[in-house]
């Protein structure tokens, strides 16, 4: 391990070496379990009971991991073959909950990253509820809607009898929208014959979804930040920012930023990025992502003015105050943090999951950028998914505004708990460290409560 002494313990060299030996070839898996297990030398020197029972072991050992088959045919009559995981990682604190991600990069492996991040998420939100990922190497991109859809409800043939809304409930995440869930839960329905609206999260308005669920991710991220900034004087307002993708957690990023009197000039998607010197105009990336589904380069086709589009590069490259990786797992790199920290970034808050390598963060760390993991940073979109579950079990549905509020509220608090226990554990101001620490106790408290399971 490469954690200072204060963090390091024999135990969890060794049950970080045995993750790595009997999990070859899952990069992202390792770098997720290894930033967790650096976090929690200084837990174990004072509660040394949760070393106990291979409880940390078990932490790291997915509960039921689920790989299968879908066959389905595309519109010119051709049958495709992808393959789909669901890994049910932890259910100590409530029925497995996380995002189905469609994306050609999906293996085992990062599910697995995905899964085991989403348990001590999930925990920080102080909400009941587990932790699991599941996703398929299905590409969506160039796709009709109605391979879409054939897609989808083959997913769901092989995935509805392993979930529930007492047992798994999943939602989205990269390549799955509104659209994907509706299809998934026809399909479950039919398959089911049951109405059992809270087996899944993220469904639309009309059928049993909750307002603000589609705003939440990237409205909690920025709520978390703005709340790092106020803590220390300072605020959003007059900064500039920038936000990477351009998908919900981006859009959503960039509304809040902008309401918060933000000022945000680039944003991007996998081919490229755009620059606006005057300001992103949303509406316009609204209309081009979220209605016509096209590329981010069209943005400076339609607006022109002082925007242009950079194929390929690093966004980061782009000066800002505050930056908010909202694309995908290491797309912040070592360099891009060095450029970031010599252009005069301030606070990093992650909306995607693990955007940041390691050594960006430590980079960020050592210079004082106020820096937000993703666990911490981005759970608002899990935690209103856990308020539409309420809402399904009440067969109730509350305003904008109150779902709103609740968010605030929860931000608020994961900010706080993480700050607070940063200084318990003697590393104020360590997001990181807050943030693990906080997940791992509530999980550790509840599976030690439970014994040997
Ligand atoms: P979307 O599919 O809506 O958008 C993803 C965006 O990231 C797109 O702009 C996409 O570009 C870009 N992107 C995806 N993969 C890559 C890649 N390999 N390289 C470069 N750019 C890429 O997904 P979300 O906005 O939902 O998710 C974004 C991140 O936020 C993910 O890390 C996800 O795990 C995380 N997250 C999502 C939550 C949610 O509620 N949706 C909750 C918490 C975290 P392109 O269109 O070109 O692929
Ligand atoms: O990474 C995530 O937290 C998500 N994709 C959202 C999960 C959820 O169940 O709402």
């Known amino acids: 391990m490469t954690h200072t002494d204060e ?76 393959r789909g995981f669901r890994v049910q990682f932890n259910s100590a604190l409530g029925p497995y909950k996380g995002g189905i991600r469609f994306h050609p990069s999906v293996n085992l492996g990062i599910i697995k990253f995905l899964g085991f991040e989403q348990i001590f998420k999930n925990a920080l939100t102080g909400m009941p509820i587990g932790g ?12 009709s809607d109605a391979e879409i859809m054939r897609f989808c409800q083959s997913f769901m043939l092989e995935l509805h009898r392993h979930l529930g809304e007492y047992t798994d409930v999943p939602a989205g995440d ?72 351009s998908g919900n957690v981006a859009i959503y990023t960039i509304e809040k930023l902008q309401s918060f009197g933000g000022k945000i000039i680039a944003c991007s998607d996998s081919n490229g990025y755009i620059v606006d010197e005057d300001g992103i105009d949303l509406a316009l990336v609204k209309e081009i992502k979220e209605v016509r589904r096209q590329r981010i380069s069209e943005y400076a086709r339609l607006k022109g003015g002082r925007s242009h589009y950079v194929e390929g590069g690093s966004i ?35 909306g995607a999951n693990m955007p940041s390598t390691p050594e960006a963060v430590r980079l960020f ?53 993480c700050a607070t226990t940063a200084d318990e554990y003697g590393a104020p101001g360590d997001y990181v460290l807050g943030a693990n620490i906080a997940g791992f106790v509530r999980v550790a408290e509840a599976m030690d409560a439970m014994g040997v399971i």
């Open 132 to 143: 699991g990922k599941g996703g398929s190497d299905f590409d969506p991109r160039g796709r």
């Open 174 to 245: 990269i390549g799955v929208g509104g659209r994907e869930i509706g299809y998934m839960f026809g399909q479950y329905k039919r398959l089911t014959n049951r109405y059992e609206a809270g087996v899944l999260t993220g469904k639309g308005l009309v059928y049993g979804g909750s307002l603000a669920r589609k705003e939440a991710t990237g409205f909690g991220a920025v709520y978390f930040v703005d709340r790092m900034l106020t803590s220390r004087g300072d605020s959003i307002e007059g900064k500039t920012a920038v936000v990477s993708g």
């Open 316 to 350: 980061w490259n782009v000066p800002c105050q505050i930056a908010m990786p909202s694309a995908t797992q290491n797309e912040l790199t070592g360099k891009d943090a060095k450029t970031l920290i010599e252009n005069g970034v301030i606070a990093v808050g992650e």
């Open 7 to 82: 963090n390091s313990d024999p135990v969890l060299d060794e049950v970080l070496s045995s993750v790595l030996r009997r999990n070859p070839g899952e990069p992202e898996f390792h770098q997720a379990v290894r930033e967790v297990l650096e976090s929690l030398g200084r837990v174990i020197a004072k509660h040394p009971r949760y070393a106990n029972n291979a409880l940390i072991e078990r932490i790291c050992e997915p509960e039921r991991q689920i790989i299968f088959r879908v066959p389905w045919v595309n519109d010119k009559n051709q049958v495709e073959i992808n």
């Open 365 to 417: 760390q050592q210079a004082g950028v106020l820096f937000a993991p993703g666990k911490a940073a981005n759970a608002g979109g899990v935690a209103t998914s856990a308020l539409e579950m309420q809402q399904n079990a009440s067969r109730d549905s509350w305003s904008f505004e109150q779902t709103e509020a609740r968010l605030a509220e929860i931000m608020r608090n994961i900010h706080d708990r």
